[in-house]
Antibody
Framework: QVQLQESGPGLVKPSETLSLTCAVTGGSISGYYWCWIRQPPGKGLEWIGYMHSSGSSNYNPSLKSRVTISMDTSKSQLSLNLRSVTAADTATYYC????????????WGRGTLVTVSS | QSALTQPASVSGSPGQSITISCTGTSSDIGSYNLVSWYQQYPDKAPKPIIYEVSKRPSGISSRFSGSKSGNTASLTISGLQAEDEADYYCCSHAGTIPYVVFGGGTRLTVL
């Protein structure tokens, strides 16, 4: 059973970079697509972007200029960097595995709340 | 504003059936049989309950069913139980960019 665990600072200052890591256990990170999804408090879900173990990636156009997703297959880790954050980036950030066949998410991490505040 | 439109709330009594609609466009729901649904309890991660319009992941009750007609997808929950009270989100493939779009979520209340 694949398990995902997000980690990173719970508080980030405005204009700084939000950096999160997702550890994948119980299965191989290779050969699959992995993504980040976020959810502002009391609001809906927003897809941030995905990466395949081959290195291909794709980002939400609304965040593309500020987002980088990377992967370390040797450590079975997925990472997210979101630059120049504002209060609007305050959210619970989830990493998730994309189901083979596409466009749905079959395993999710528990999520980590990141607050942007000075 | 979310790309897919869901009712903000629905309610039903135990034992009844309810249906949650999810309306998109010909660029997302109308073009792909890649609609998924997620159940979310407060302060918990979303849980997949339907993928590829009508398929259930292992372990998901047959009380949950999905369908699609044109640009609208639907989630039906039959034999409502108190434990079904949660938020439900639809999601659809939308091509390459953006990859997927979500609905705004529907709060289900079991009366």
């Amino acid at each position: 059973q694949v398990q995902l665990q997000e980690s990173g600072p719970g508080l980030v200052k405005p204009s700084e970079t939000l950096s999160l890591t997702c550890a994948v256990t119980g299965g191989s990170i290779s050969g699959y697509y992995w993504c980040w999804i976020r959810q502002p408090p009391g609001k809906g879900l927003e897809w941030i972007g995905y990466m395949h173990s081959s290195g291909s990636s794709n980002y939400n156009p609304s965040l593309k200029s500020r987002v980088t997703i990377s992967m370390d297959t040797s450590k079975s880790q997925l990472s997210l960097n979101l630059r120049s954050v504002t209060a609007a980036d305050t959210a619970t950030y989830y990493c998730a595995k994309i189901r083979s066949g596409g466009a749905s998410f079959d395993f999710w991490g528990r999520g980590t709340l990141v607050t942007v505040s000075s | 504003q979310s790309a897919l439109t869901q009712p903000a709330s629905v309610s039903g009594s135990p034992g009844q059936s309810i249906t949650i609609s999810c309306t998109g466009t010909s660029s997302d729901i109308g073009s792909y049989n890649l609609v998924s649904w997620y159940q979310q309890y407060p302060d918990k991660a979303p849980k997949p309950i339907i993928y590829e319009v009508s398929k259930r992941p292992s372990g998901i009750s047959s009380r949950f069913s999905g369908s699609k007609s044109g640009n609208t997808a639907s989630l039906t929950i039959s034999g409502l139980q108190a434990e079904d009270e949660a938020d439900y989100y639809c999601c659809s493939h939308a091509g390459t960019i953006p990859y997927v779009v979500f609905g705004g979520g529907t709060r289900l209340t079991v009366l």
